[in-house]
């Protein structure tokens, strides 16, 4: 009869997995190919061992990249819905400007207006595209131009400068070394709880378990590193905030996608949104929610470029949806939706902002820049897309 | 092996060797076509038929596999599948390469339009699709876009579209999957025609009833390897079957006595417009009910509006539907597949692919989709699930490596399984069943029956949609012919035989008025 003879299915099935790690690892390698090509190009009298890596020079990288990064959290929930949104850089532009208009009436006020905006536009360019059936491409895209035609408007084409300290030191500031240990101490903590309760749970559920040193490994790396990187940072007189910022979204973002039905639902929607409908899962709704979310960190953004750069310009922010995609997809996220993870989107934005500052660094040419970025976005597509055809 | 060479094949493949990380597809192959032979290719699913059909049409090109291939006696190493084409080769696949928006003619002649000086001249585009139709006697306009076609249709322009290349060697992967008997009919018509005039046509199919009608000669290959080619009059089927699954089966169709219960589900004057022409009904006034550890099987051609009546009531048609239902005797109302999950109804799509599967999903997340969405929580407890699923594709006997494997991955059969586990796992009072064991193996298939008996036997109500007449037959307690959208007879288990159902499924018979009195 039918169920002896069964033999296991080959296992040309675990191909996918390994492509993915091999994914990462060739990234973070070529993260370190940059690195290392920036620190020997920066060594100099002054810094005989290269600016580059310089605390100095990583925390303004980090700066940098701490917006594009907020961005691309909030971007990888809607491309994974096999959705886009084109409007960003304008939306940075138009919600940082009325932040700093709005100045005024308070600092609470101000900051406020501009998650708002955010929310606002997400929630009128979502529900056009979830339940008016317009393409996201097209509702965004008119966004694009709409969102900038607002902010010119307003301002009457005028800068603002940011007076407010709070609101200025969202950009740049500097967490006590002290408080930056203790944040490091807290997210250690988080981590061995984290890890020991996953390992309790897949005991509890009967799974097959890692040995101790493997469970140990998992809690003193990325301790290690955190400790690491704030040090490194202490050294120039702590982290700066906005990157606090960003891996707080960050981290929110992973859970969002790994842990949460509303993760799990974005993903089945991005793959198939036949299927997922079929599995009782209202798509319109979820995608109405991703750019409700994606909105108000479109508004954080803005705030933390505002207080970087310490005023709003009504050009501010163009072309910063492109370098929020990029990171997505240089992080390994598939525009076809249900593919892409937060932790690529980070490495993916690390490595445009190593090449931002590196480049800079070195004075190469602004147009030289553009084109090299170009390359870089479709060449990490182009081997990406070449690897999965050979797995 | 074969007789002697009295005639030079038209095509001989050697040792051929297909690896594909991690598993070796094809270990030496060997398959030969004569002229004027319909040379049947069969073997489970998974077990390499496809892969040596696309070595053979250019998919994968020279290089990528071992082994040699000659061409009417010369070697030929394909580059890719223009190149294959060139040869006289063409292949119809399972899956559809037509493109719903052009019409008929255009998918045809795709990709080499008669044109001036790169102008497409549309006349002698049209009047020569014309001529391929009328050749194969299909009764089509050319001008009609292929979107507009039942799949069965859609299934002869693609073979109209091979056969117009004029190829001398024809592969059909499971021509007859989709077609309706006449069109099938029609179908055998064109091969044998094509016979005769001296061009090879491998024939793939799981339907051994049509093989052993159609072919000269029989090819078995099981995983990866030929096991045997003969003369198809020096086989008979249970010998086919046995070399496929490498095991005698002995029966396919799994007896068990089941004592049916209250009825479940009910459905009255359930009505289906089309979406895509206002007016015309798709299901009308059928009503039928279902009952406690019961299969109901419901039968009709294609296109008679079986999958578009599971689909409205499961809140999914996207045309405009009406219809009362019944639950455990209460009366509800189901706007959306949320609401008929949530009311203890699964549905098992025909096409699995397009609407039961996230084929780049891992086969976990694919199983508990919808369990998790029908539990409500906010946050997903990974470790239950991955125990859930392991669980759930252990008792589906789900082959894979593990749970974290693609879905895409997977072979029909395996996909198929994978979809019932989803389904299962929702803890469905009635379970919608459309074509459960389209396009898998034996093996799978019989796997599916015992696991249809075994749910209806712990008190499940299943109703099943079966264009397998022998499937429904033995596997029904009761059964629905529709046709055209009506019904036009209920038979029990007892009553019912092929002719009986045919009967009514070609509207030569209306019984619906008495059945339902």
């Known amino acids: 009869m039918a169920a002896e003879s069964f033999t296991p299915e080959p296992a040309a099935t675990k191909r996918r997995f390994t492509a993915d790690s091999l994914r990462a690892y060739t990234m973070l390698f070529a993260l370190g190919l940059i690195w290392l090509y920036f620190q020997w190009m920066t060594v100099s009298d002054i810094y005989p061992y290269g600016l580059f890596l310089h605390p100095l020079n990583l925390a303004n990288l980090l700066k940098q990249m701490s917006v594009t990064g907020v961005l691309a959290v909030g971007m990888l929930l809607v491309i994974v819905a096999r959705q886009i949104d084109l409007s960003v850089g304008s939306v940075v532009g138009l919600a940082g400007g009325v932040a700093a208009m709005s100045q005024g009436y308070g600092l609470f006020a101000s900051l406020a207006a501009a998650i708002l905006i955010g929310l606002l536009i997400g929630a009128i360019q979502g529900a056009l595209t979830a339940y008016a059936n317009i393409p996201a491409f097209i509702v965004t895209l008119g966004g694009l131009l709409t969102w900038r035609g607002v902010i010119l408007y307003l301002s009457k084409g005028e800068t603002i400068p940011v007076r407010h300290p709070v609101f200025r030191s969202l950009g740049v500031a500097l967490v006590a070394p002290v408080a930056g240990y203790a944040l490091a101490g807290i997210a250690i903590a988080a981590i061995a709880w984290l890890t020991i309760g996953r390992h309790a749970a897949r005991r509890r559920h009967g799974l ?3 040995g101790a040193p493997a469970v140990a490994l998992r809690i003193v790396g990325p301790a290690l590193l955190i400790a690491l990187f704030v040090y490194w940072m202490n050294l120039q007189g702590g982290v700066p905030v906005p990157v606090i910022v960003l891996l707080t979204v960050a981290v929110a973002g992973a859970f969002l996608t790994s842990s949460t039905t509303f993760g799990r639902y974005l993903y089945a929607i991005g793959s198939n949104p036949d299927a997922a409908r079929l599995s009782g899962i209202d798509a319109r709704k979820y995608i109405l929610a991703a750019f409700c979310i994606l909105g108000p960190l479109v508004g954080l953004a803005a705030l933390l470029h505002t207080g970087r750069v310490g005023s709003a310009s009504p050009d501010a922010g163009g072309l910063m949806e492109l370098d929020a995609i990029a990171a997505c997809v240089i992080g390994g996220t598939s525009l076809m939706g249900g593919r892409g993870k937060v932790s690529g989107a980070m490495l993916g934005a690390l490595i445009m902002a190593s090449l931002d500052n590196g480049m800079s660094l070195i004075s190469v040419e602004n147009a030289t820049q553009y084109i090299i970025k170009g390359v870089v976005l479709v060449a990490a597509v182009g081997f990406d897309m070449a690897g999965r055809r050979r797995g | 092996m074969n007789a002697p060479g009295i005639v030079a094949p038209l095509l001989e493949m050697r040792d051929i060797v297909k690896d594909f990380p991690g598993v070796r597809a094809l270990n030496e192959v060997s398959f030969d076509l004569r002229p004027g032979e319909i040379h049947a290719l069969v073997g489970e699913n998974g077990a390499g038929k496809s892969t040596l059909m696309n070595i053979l049409g250019g998919v994968y090109p020279h290089g990528s596999y071992g082994g040699t291939m000659y061409v009417s006696g010369e070697p030929r190493r394909f580059t890719g599948v223009r190149d294959a084409e060139s040869a006289g080769i063409a292949v119809v696949h399972q899956e559809l390469s037509l493109v719903r928006e052009l019409s008929i003619a255009e998918n045809i002649f795709l990709g080499r339009e008669p044109h001036r000086f790169g102008i497409i001249d549309n006349e002698a585009l049209y009047s020569r699709a014309q001529a391929v139709l009328d050749e194969l006697q299909l009764k089509l306009e050319p001008h009609v876009p292929v979107g507009h076609l039942g799949i069965g249709q859609q299934h002869l322009v693609e073979i109209a579209k091979a056969l117009s290349r004029e190829a001398r060697i024809l592969v059909m992967d499971e021509p007859t999957a989709a077609l309706t008997d006449p069109e099938a009919a029609s179908l055998f018509r064109i091969l044998e025609k094509l016979r005769a005039r001296g061009a090879g046509v491998v024939y793939i199919s799981h339907k051994l009833d049509e093989v052993f009608r159609l072919a000269d000669r029989v090819t078995v290959i099981r995983d990866g390897r030929t096991v045997e080619t003969r003369d198809t009059s020096a086989f008979d089927k249970a010998t086919v079957i046995a070399r496929m699954v490498g095991r005698d089966l002995t029966d396919l169709f799994p007896t068990a006595v089941r004592h049916p219960d209250d009825v479940v589900f009910e ?53 405009s539907s009406s219809g009362e239902f019944h639950l455990d005797g209460r009366a509800i109302t189901i706007h959306s597949p949320a609401d008929a999950i949530a009311r203890g109804i699964g549905l098992v799509t025909e096409d699995r692919k397009r609407f039961g599967l996230l084929l780049d999903q891992i086969i976990r997340d694919n199983i508990t989709l919808a369990q998790l969405h029908m539990a409500g929580r906010f946050l997903t407890d990974v470790d239950a699930e991955t125990a859930a699923s392991e669980k759930a594709s252990k008792e589906m006997r789900v082959k894979a490596a593990s749970v974290f494997v693609n879905a895409g991955t997977l072979s029909g059969g395996n996909q198929q399984k994978v979809v019932l586990a989803k389904w299962l796992l929702t803890n469905p009072k009635v379970l919608f069943l459309d074509e459960p064991t389209r396009g898998i193996d034996v093996g799978a298939k019989q796997e599916i029956y015992l696991l249809i008996n075994r749910l209806a036997e712990k008190g499940l109500a299943i109703v099943l949609v079966s264009s397998e007449l022998p499937e429904v037959l033995a596997l029904a307690d009761r059964i629905l012919v529709l046709h055209e959208g009506r019904l036009t007879g209920e038979l029990e288990h007892a009553e019912a035989t092929a002719e009986a159902v045919m009967a009514y499924a070609t509207g030569q018979r209306h019984a619906a008025m008495e059945a339902l009195h």
């Open chain 1, 208 to 210: 097959s378990l890692s």
């Open chain 2, 267 to 319: 459905a009255r004057h359930v009505t289906v417009e089309d979406p895509n022409v206002p007016g015309k009904l798709l299901v009308r006034d059928v009503s039928f009910s279902v009952r406690r550890g019961e299969v109901l099987g419901i039968a009709g051609l294609v296109g008679a509006g079986r999958s578009d009546l599971l689909m409205a009531i499961f809140g999914a048609h996207p045309g």
